[in-house]
């Protein structure tokens, strides 16, 4: 028996496997994430108990907070080892096991110190060395702190972060309605350590990148947290606590206080936004789809629980797109070869969209919706995508009209500061093509998915249609391409003209992506060995010459 050749099915069902375990890696990033951010929260709170015991002379109160400052120690390490294990990035995981090498290290010579400083609390030498070791001990945490971070995500970072500070502002406003002052006090102390944290973090990553809109933005939802919200909410809380200590109980503005701590909240998502705003595609790994998913309904972030076959039907029966995965092969081979085609002008499109910098230029922003909206048309023809019915090829089909409206309004403004020329008559023929290949866009979805099942044979009269589709959405692509050539002409080459001074929009080439100055050493390289080199071969010029004289003379 002969193998048999791979099904549309096995080709989805590897596909939605490679989904999940994407899903699952995240998932399991995220939670390594969760153990950082609460492990490295509160670091010298377990030394500043350890010493305080230890000034006072205590020396059971030392031994029990000792075996507290061990187990934390040995915390900070184990959450290191396991960010190293989620980590790519070779020499931050270097620098991560160093760092957690010199914390084991030092652990038992700050004991060593407490120990000493608690059996001579009078004495000045056990007191300075007690101090040595504490701001050994705290900068080799700050090391290991920074270190754990280059290695982790920041997307990922920010939203285990802003997920625990929603949980510890329900946690505040509980208490506060329960009159329990102490958990009040210890949850809004989370808060402000997350919250501090998480300016941190966000202000050392910006260092890594050229000042811009893009920092701006985010620095501005920083300090917006740091200066002004925390301030707030830490007032709001010293008022309440103090309220809630008092006997008896006094009056506290629970209005105010739920207030205050929303905007902790909407602090940190701002912030949040404002850094995932940089991300021009959704990684395979990154957080953005969940930040995506947060902006969708109840229902789609639940999709999980919804098996393929069940996510195919549309009112108890097959959906078209369901359908169009059961056309004959050869139906299914000709349209694969049409999408083929589409592909090479999406490509052209993606090489001349990549180029520019989509902050304040709106042509390209439209350029990417309406190829976004064209990829889940012509998917759908090969029964994939989120498009499930014909109607929904329609209502595609209605938006990517309107952001040909909004494209042509945009270039036309262009084509009137351009004077009469070769650059403003080729940019006018585009958008008359953009609007004749949108309106044939709209004629092609309203015939589209035309199958029918009579009789259990599947009969299928919209193949031509199919094609006719995807025909038209490879056309518009191209025209969009040009458009954007155009555009870009127009505007930079005639700035001066009848005194506009200020481009429709900002043509700004995007910044290419950062790589290493120096090149790093092929660890293959590295573990190589080094060979002695061949010796030098002796040459007689006139013992060559000869035999070249021979081999003429044969």
């Known amino acids: 028996m002969g193998m048999k050749e791979p099904s549309e099915s096995l080709d989805r069902a590897i596909e939605h496997m490679c989904k999940k375990t994407r899903d699952l890696r995240r998932q399991l990033r995220k939670a390594v994430v969760d153990h950082v951010s609460d492990s490295f929260l509160e670091t010298n709170v377990p030394l500043l108990v350890l010493i305080e015991a230890a000034k006072a002379g205590n020396e059971e109160e030392v031994e029990e907070y000792a075996q507290v400052f061990t187990e934390h120690a040995n915390k900070l390490v184990e959450v290191a080892n396991l960010a190293c294990s989620m980590s790519n990035n070779e020499e931050g995981v270097k620098l991560v096991r160093i760092a957690a090498s010199q914390i084991e290290n030092l652990c038992p010579q700050v004991i060593n110190a407490a120990r000493i400083l608690a059996a001579r609390p009078r004495s000045k030498v056990a007191l300075e060395n007690m101090d040595v070791f504490k701001d050994a001990w705290e900068r080799q945490v700050r090391i290991l702190t920074e270190a ?62 050229e000042p811009g809109i893009y920092t701006e933005r985010v620095m501005e939802a920083v300090y917006m947290l740091r200066d002004q919200v925390m301030p707030n909410f830490a007032e709001k809380v010293e008022v309440a606590v103090d309220a809630l200590s008092a006997q008896p109980h006094g009056d506290v503005d629970e209005n105010e206080f739920i207030d205050a701590s929303r905007l902790v909240y909407d602090g940190v998502r701002d912030i949040r936004r404002a850094v995932l705003m940089n991300r021009t595609e959704i990684d395979e790994d990154s957080d953005m789809e969940d930040f995506y998913e947060d902006y969708t309904d109840d229902v789609k972030s639940k999709s999980s629980l919804v098996t393929e076959e069940q996510d195919d039907l549309v009112g108890g029966v097959k959906s078209d797109r369901a359908l169009m995965r059961e056309l004959p092969p050869e139906e299914l081979a000709k349209i694969q070869e049409q999408v083929e085609t589409f592909r090479l002008e999406k490509e052209k499109l993606d090489r001349e969209i990549a180029k520019w910098d989509d902050s304040g230029n709106d042509i390209i922003i439209i350029a990417k919706q309406m190829c976004m909206i064209m990829m889940e048309m012509t998917d759908f023809t090969r029964g994939r ?27 036309r403004q262009i084509a009137d500061q351009c004077p009469d020329s070769e650059s403003k008559k080729d940019l006018i023929a585009y958008l008359q093509r953009i609007a004749l290949y949108c309106h044939q866009l709209n004629i092609t979805s309203k015939v589209k998915a035309d199958v029918q099942n009579i009789s259990g044979e599947l009969i299928v009269s919209g193949l031509d249609s199919a094609t006719s589709l995807i025909q038209a959405a490879k056309n518009l692509m191209n025209a969009v391409v040009l458009t954007v050539k155009a555009s870009y002409v127009a505007s930079t080459k005639y700035r001066s003209f009848k005194g506009v001074n200020s481009p429709v929009v900002l043509w700004k080439m995007k910044a290419p992506e950062k790589k290493p100055l120096v090149r790093r050493e092929n660890p293959n390289e590295l573990l190589s060995k080094i060979r002695k080199g061949a010796g030098k071969k002796r040459f007689e010029p006139v013992k060559e010459l000869s035999e070249f004289t021979e081999i003429d003379s044969f």
Do not use: W
């Open 148 to 209: 754990v971070d280059d290695i982790t995500t920041i997307d990922d970072f920010l939203a285990v972060s802003e997920s625990h500070i929603l949980e510890d502002v329900n946690k505040c406003v509980l208490a506060l309605q329960e009159g329990d002052a102490d958990t009040l006090d210890r949850t809004a102390g989370a808060i402000r350590g997350r919250s501090a944290r998480v300016c941190n973090v966000v202000t050392a990553e910006m260092d890594n990148y």
């Open 385 to 411: 995508g989120p498009l499930k019915t014909t109607m929904d090829v329609i209502n595609a089909a209605k938006k990517i009209s309107e952001f040909g409206t909004n494209l042509d309004k945009l270039a």
